[in-house]
């Protein structure tokens, strides 16, 4: 599947903004892919897809979830981390895309998860760093990006716990694992 057939399959599924940080998405996560050696036409319609899910109904999400057999852990933390397990799963069964490396890269671009691939870790990246978004820490993560993006990664989920844990609400633990995971491997 091109750029512009994934793009126009994915447009209805979203608002006008988030077609806008779509397009964002994609391009930085090619860039990234470029970059640091990544497989450029998967990592592109992974960052097409990547938010899929984001407008469907929490019943529906909710429901897939359990039905899918996806952690039920998940249904206990913010129904945002939700649109990316749902949205793989729905990329798989409505748009016919069995990839499995673009499945992960929508599938952990919220959580992201120990030992990601080099796709799902441009696409969770890019999804971070993407032009659109202007936030505290964003500028040194997009900087860091262009140097290592391991270290982008660990950032941008430090960044994020402490969001998090400054506005009181729950870490998902996947979060926790990936930095983890990310730290471990930089310091051994």
Known sequence: MNRSKALELVKPHLTEHRYVHTIGVTDTAVELAGKYGADIEKTEIAAIFHDYAKFRPKDEMRSIIIEQSMPEDLLEYS???????????????????????ILGAIKYHTSGRPNMTLIEKCVFIADYIEPGRAFPGVEEVRQMAQQDLDKAIALSLRNTVQFL????????????????????????
């Open 165 to 188: 844990m400054k506005k009181n609400q729950p870490v998902y633990p996947a979060t926790f694992y990936t930095y983890n995971s990310i730290v471990k491997t930089h310091n051994s």
């Open 79 to 101: 129904s945002e981390l939700w649109h990316a397990p749902v949205g793989a799963y729905l990329v798989k069964c409505e748009m016919g895309i069995t990839d499995e490396e």
